[in-house]
């Protein structure tokens, strides 16, 4: 049997890797879509990701409400749970096997880098079986590193509550001057570290220091970076990405770390404090500065409900929408993959082979970094406030004018 669009009754959806807060807008969007189409008659959610796809734990989405479907897509993190699975040939086998005894014709994963291997190594399976299953990758990680995109769901709300979380420490910074750090997700890719530029609406304000992955970091060009900045505003406020290395590639973190761990996908586990906590113990050995202190981000900026950008929301919502659209009436599998028109902003959305973006990583280009390498340039802001969305709060500040002394003139 070919592996064209004649198999399109059933539709199975999973989400895999850490949740956002808008993945939920493009699993109500493809719920929503299917329901466009007369041939599409269940649509399938698979619990865990693709580890509920083996044990076969799924759930009838067909029988959600629309109006349960936009109460969950306006709810972050992952509706039907997710994994960290990094699956192999064998594995894709086994999920291939399950999708093809239940008549799925549509395998739509939403997900980042490695889901999109995934989807790829599955639809390469459905082919060499000739079995008419329709493989989707649509896009989703808050570290913006997925190729071919302009940007990815997800993102935005994230560079949002980074900005506006250093906008808001600024503003404690300020009031009571110091040096304050925090750490901020981004392995490889320094996008999300980078929204913390946004924060700054003076020429003073913070963040004053910005370091990303893709720039070498030493650590004694970082005491000095820091030193001058606390000789011209007597405070200092930075940001750094979890994943800093040094010229070697050798993440800062695993150095200070006693005894190194890694995830189910190889990975370097980078999580936790101690990157901030050894940066400002550095500090304050070598600089001598008392008042420093550093935090970790982690998990609270993936998910966080308060802040969540209405452009990433609808853009969520398109991504999903557009895989069963390319899925019905298209004759290929893909990553849906969304694009910047000219002059004002808005998205564009294709249809691009897996191959193209299936566990591959985007870097932030050279022209968002300033050439010290220790902030992001003009380039970068523009890139990023038209996805931050509307209503961005702004600090504002007293004018403060000074009232004449008489006790000491």
């Not at 820091?226 to 150095?255: F, N």
């Not at 006693?258 to 550095?282: C, I, M, P, R, Y």
Request: proline residues 4%; charged residues 25%; glycine residues 8%.
């Amino acid at each position: 049997m070919p592996n064209d669009q004649s198999n399109l009754s059933k539709i199975l959806v999973a989400q895999g890797g850490g949740p956002t807060a808008v993945i939920n807008q493009s699993l109500a969007g493809v719920v929503l879509e299917a329901r466009k189409f007369a041939q599409v008659q269940k649509v399938y959610g698979a619990l865990h990701g693709i580890r509920g796809i083996i044990n076969e734990d799924f759930v009838d989405l067909s029988q959600e409400s629309v109006e349960n479907l936009e109460r969950v897509a306006e709810t972050p993190s992952s509706a039907l749970g997710s994994t960290r699975d990094k699956p192999d040939d064998k594995y894709c086998a086994e999920i291939f096997k399950s999708l093809q005894a239940h008549g799925i014709g549509c395998f739509a994963y939403i997900g980042g880098n490695d889901s999109s291997d995934t989807v790829r190594i599955v639809s390469d399976h459905a082919k060499a079986a000739n079995y008419p299953l329709r493989c989707m990758h649509i896009p989703k990680t808050i570290d913006n590193d997925l190729m071919v995109n302009d940007h990815t769901p997800g993102f935005p709300s994230a560079a949002r509550f980074v900005a506006q979380a250093f906008a808001g420490a600024n503003l404690d910074n300020r009031a009571l001057p110091g040096i304050y750090l925090a750490v901020v997700m981004g392995r490889h890719a320094g996008f999300l570290t980078a929204a913390a530029a946004l924060a700054a609406k003076f020429p003073d304000d913070g963040p004053h220091l910005v370091y990303v992955p893709e720039r070498a970091f030493d650590q004694e060009r970082f005491l000095a970076d820091v030193k001058k900045t606390m000789d011209k505003y007597g405070r200092c406020v930075v940001a750094l990405s979890e994943g800093i290395a040094d010229d070697k590639h050798v993440p800062i973190a695993t150095k200070l770390m006693a005894q190194v761990e890694k995830d189910a996908h190889g990975n370097v586990e980078l999580a936790g404090g101690a990157l901030a906590d050894s940066l400002t113990k550095l500090i304050k050995d070598k600089l001598g500065f008392k008042r420093v202190r550093g935090d970790t981000f982690g998990y609270v900026q993936r998910s966080f409900l308060g802040c969540v950008s209405d452009v990433d929301q609808r853009e969520a919502r398109a991504v999903g929408a557009k895989a069963v659209q390319y899925a019905v009436e298209g004759q290929q599998d893909g990553s849906v993959t969304i694009h910047r028109s000219s002059g004002n902003y808005a998205a564009e959305y294709k249809l691009s082979a897996l191959a193209d973006i299936a566990g591959k990583t985007k870097l932030m280009p050279d022209a968002f970094i300033a050439a010290d390498g220790n902030h992001v340039t003009d380039a970068f802001r523009d890139y990023l406030r038209p996805l931050l969305g509307s209503n961005m709060p702004e600090a504002a500040r007293l004018q403060r004018t000074p009232v004449a002394k008489i006790l000491k003139p």
